[in-house]
């Protein structure tokens, strides 16, 4: 009798052996094919309506990636040849025939505390404790607690208060399940106010009443001495001392989503995962940053005060980027930036090697617009897309067309317009607020952006 178990057990271990070798190469990971845009080619005419490059979020018929939507897709590889078919269906069929017999002789040994479930043998034996399975969550899975994650915004004024608002808008209107909240000047407004004098106090009761975020009133944690534009950007960082969250998702305000990115919370477990700022990687020498235009946070108190700390370390050029690299570089889950993280300044490069991941791909603007989940507006010299931009400044930077069989290709220039044009249309609709000229440390900030970083 023992003799038979240790049969069992042999074979078991066998096939699996088996199976993983057979089987481990056969599937690949490739990014979405895109779907043919409106059924138009790539050749436009620069007379085109630009209306007719909408890629609202009820108009674009965008790729979902599966696979917990990870930004790749899982393809099955090419079939098994015929000789390892035969092999596969005979260890199958050896296996069932393994699985009856085993279940045969449980119900003789009721007694005896090795089980086998399917072929597979499990000890319950010793300390009595049950193997553990792990399931695979996907988004559209039901027993998901969305109440565990949360989308973050920070706001330091009121400019980048309506863009936050705008940020939670879009989520809310594409149908995103996790929480979503505001860090917000505690000045701004009482959290639990059902009216407001001003403006701003006006956009956060929206924000709660209309859109579901939780308010969080905090102290700005601004750096004196430091540059205008980035010496507030510290409070991002708050986003890891959230232990309400078994995770957040930290998003620059100064950007815009056209996907919900849900199933980032489900991704492994990891104190923080970010893309690559792979704009940087034509630099010479090449410099592998990771962006914090995007971060996904596993919030605790320890890393929080690591991050405390190394704030009172850091020079008068270090910033919320410098830090988390500086403290996650070797153990950042790294995100990939397509579709998760592109510049709006991709449109307007000549070449697109460093976003695509490879010389040999061919750019499809189109194609790319419906992958993208998340797109942060960075356009040295043009400025952010609350501020005036000078017609003359748009005209000559705005992408150039192609001629392609004779005709102008000016969808390039079409989208990065609409990215534009949709922000500014959509800005007035949430938080009825126009473009305005800008403060001084924002014109500062026209100076500088070039020479600095793309933030």
């Known amino acids: 009798m023992v003799s038979s178990r240790l049969r069992l057990i042999a074979v078991a271990v066998i096939l699996s052996i088996f199976l993983f ?29 630009i209306a007719s490059v909408d890629y609202s979020d009820s108009e674009v018929t965008v790729p979902t990636p599966t696979g917990a939507g990870r930004g790749a897709v899982r393809t099955q590889a090419a079939a098994l040849d015929s000789q390892q078919e035969d092999l596969a269906l005979s260890a199958e069929l050896e296996a069932q025939k393994l699985s009856a017999s085993a279940s045969s002789y449980s119900k003789d040994h009721p007694d005896d505390k090795t089980s086998s479930t399917n072929g597979k043998t499990s000890s319950t034996s010793g300390s ?48 995103s399940k996790a929480d979503r909240v505001m860090m917000y000047p505690h000045y701004m407004l009482d959290p639990k106010a059902t ?17 579901q975020v939780k308010l969080m009133p905090i102290d700005i944690q601004h750096r004196e001495g ?44 990891c104190p923080v995962a970010m893309p690559r700022a792979y704009w940087l990687l034509d630099n010479d020498p090449v410099q592998r940053v990771l962006s914090s235009q995007l ?11 690591r991050i405390v700390k190394k704030m009172g370390t850091v020079t008068d050029n270090d910033y919320d980027m410098e830090i988390v690299n500086q403290l996650y570089y070797d153990n950042a889950l790294i995100l990939p930036h397509r579709p998760y993280d592109m510049l709006t300044a991709e449109y307007r490069r000549t070449s697109h090697a460093d976003y695509l991941g490879s010389e040999q791909e061919k750019w499809d603007p189109v194609a790319i617009l419906n992958e993208a989940k998340f797109v942060h507006f960075s356009d040295w010299p043009i400025p952010k897309p609350w501020i005036p931009m000078p017609e003359i400044m748009r005209e000559e930077s705005q992408p150039d067309c192609k001629a392609i069989n004779g005709k102008d290709d000016c969808i390039e220039r079409e989208i990065w317009n609409k990215f534009y044009t949709d922000f500014s249309e959509n800005r007035q609709r949430v938080c009825h607020s126009d473009a305005k000229p800008p403060h001084s440390k924002r014109r500062h900030w026209l100076r500088m952006e070039g020479t600095h970083r793309n933030k």
Request: proline content about 7%; overall charge negative.
């Open 21 to 49: 070798y057979n089987f481990s190469n056969r599937y690949d990971y490739s990014y979405p094919k895109a779907q043919p845009w409106n059924g138009q080619s790539q050749a436009v005419t620069a007379g085109k309506p």
């Open 128 to 175: 009595g404790s049950k193997p553990t399975s792990h399931k695979s969550l996907d988004p559209s899975d039901q027993d998901v607690d969305w109440s565990r994650f949360a989308y973050t915004q920070y706001v330091t004024d009121t400019d980048y208060l309506c863009n936050s608002v705008m940020i939670f808008e879009t989520l809310h209107r594409l149908g």
């Open 195 to 211: 009216e407001s004098a001003h403006h701003a106090g006006r956009l956060l009761i929206k924000s709660r009443d209309e859109y």
């Open 226 to 269: 430091a540059d205008p534009t980035w010496a507030d950007s510290f409070t991002k960082l708050l986003a890891f001392n959230q232990t309400q969250y078994d995770r957040v998702l930290s998003l620059d305000s100064d950007g815009t989503i056209l996907q919900p990115m849900d199933e980032l919370f489900l991704l492994p477990p």
């Open 295 to 305: 971060m996904l946070i596993q919030p605790d108190t320890v890393e929080f005060d």
